[in-house]
């Protein structure tokens, strides 16, 4: 139980073009989603807090206009790289959290996409 | 806010034989939960122990165990005889309050044939 899926797992988009990556609770309903970035051989970033029907809750130094984040259902949030740069080139990973799930204060991570900006 | 350390960035471990992975933490919650997630080449995070802080003994999970010390705010990982397949980034975690994860920086450990 507890699956999160998420695509693609890569993609390669041109400089300026925008990219959305889907994330998916597979057999739970997420009521918190979670963005990841990582970079090569470093620990997992937190973007951004997502409640499902709410705004996403940025963390400083991430750019909300540039990384639009959407929860519309309890299985499905969206991470949409917006005019992307070669420096948004990056592997991103979502994870989810369920108060229905009985242990609220863990996440189920996905598989991560690798994103690459040209 | 809440810190995780892991001091040791890469490390590596004879096939079979045992190694222990530091951590140390910092937090002020009352109640908190404490992981140790895998990272192997393919990237998907795996959990591999976790500990309920009010809970006084350690936590095992087969070849896997943590010596859970919550005074000294330390939460190592010990791997028993250990495999190729546990080649890995290991990242140790902490969560409380809400549920936000404080990740560490990762130690890079290479089981050697």
């Known amino acids: 139980g507890a699956v999160v899926s998420q695509h693609p797992s890569r993609v390669i988009c041109k400089s300026g073009t925008s990219v959305k990556i889907e994330c998916r609770s597979l057999?739970?309903?997420?009521?918190?989603m979670f963005w990841y970035r990582q970079f090569p051989k470093q620990s997992l970033m937190l973007m951004a807090t997502?409640?499902?029907?709410?705004?996403?809750?940025?963390e400083q130094g991430v750019e909300k206009d540039k990384f639009l984040i959407n929860h519309a259902s309890l299985t499905l949030s969206t991470l949409t790289v917006t005019s992307a740069h070669p420096e948004d080139s990056s592997f991103y990973i979502c994870?989810?959290?369920?108060?229905?799930?009985?242990?609220?204060?863990?996440?189920?991570f996905g598989p991560g996409t690798r994103l690459t900006v040209t | 806010a809440q810190t995780v350390t892991q001091s040791q960035p890469e490390m590596s471990v004879q096939e079979a034989e045992t190694v222990t992975l530091s951590c140390t933490y910092d937090t002020s919650e009352n109640n908190y939960y404490l992981f140790w997630y895998k990272q192997p080449p393919s990237r998907q995070m795996i959990l591999v122990i976790r500990q309920e802080a009010y809970k006084q003994q350690n936590a095992t999970e087969n070849r896997f165990s943590v010596n859970f010390q919550k005074a000294a705010k330390s939460f190592s990982l010990k791997i028993s005889d250990s495999q190729l397949g546990d080649t890995a980034m290991y990242f140790c975690?902490?969560?409380?309050?809400?549920?936000?994860?404080?990740f560490g920086t990762g130690t890079s450990l290479t089981v050697i044939p």
């Open positions: 975690a902490s969560s409380g309050g809400g549920n936000q994860f404080y």
């Open positions: 994870s989810a959290s369920s108060s229905g799930t009985g242990r609220s204060y863990e996440q189920y």
């Open positions: 057999d739970f309903q997420a009521t918190t």
């Open positions: 997502s409640n499902e029907g709410s705004k996403a809750t940025y």
